[in-house]
């Protein structure tokens, strides 16, 4: 049945699962927490966030990432990109940041132990930022992740880390 302008009046059923991403089910949905960051060239923060892991039903994973200073709500940071498993256990991903920055990363998946490693192959448009590295790890469902960075004048580094719960 049809609404308004010709669009469905109840929400359409989610796309069966393609099995490519099959491995990676444990990400689907959404996650809410707290990190902190830190470098040193910059102050440390803390911070909340929300991950959304999605699927169309094609054998790749919709990554949204989002960021708000934990006081005042003021937005901080934000990204999105795609996630390919390959059932080999490798994986790759595709991020651009809302400072402009874009990531090309490989890496490898665990299903069984729910860990997934990144290894940047590629970090575009950026002055200063030469390598990102990220881990995930997910256990008793809570999500947590360590990002590392490299820049011009350091080697890499802890950046952030957070532990997020499924909502």
Do not use: C
């Amino acid at each position: 049945m049809e609404g308004a302008g010709g669009y469905p009046s109840a929400a359409p059923a989610p796309p069966p699962l393609h099995p490519a991403i099959a491995p990676l089910f444990f990400l689907l949905g959404k996650w809410r927490g707290q990190g902190e960051g830190g470098f040193p060239t910059i102050n440390s923060f803390a911070y909340a966030e929300e991950l959304l892991f999605s699927h169309s039903g094609k054998p790749v994973i919709a990554y949204n990432q989002k960021t708000w200073k934990l006081a005042s709500g003021e937005p901080m940071h934000a990204e999105s990109g795609y996630w390919r498993p390959k059932a080999d256990g490798s994986i790759e991903v595709v991020i651009a940041q809302s400072t402009g920055l874009v990531e090309v990363q490989k890496g490898s998946y665990d299903a069984e132990n729910k860990i997934i490693m990144l290894q940047s192959e590629l970090v575009g448009n950026a002055s200063k930022v030469k390598e990102i590295t990220r881990a995930f790890k997910v256990v008793n469902d809570e999500l947590s992740y360590v990002v590392q960075m490299a820049t011009n004048i350091t080697s890499l580094q802890p950046h952030l880390k957070a532990l997020l719960r499924k909502v």
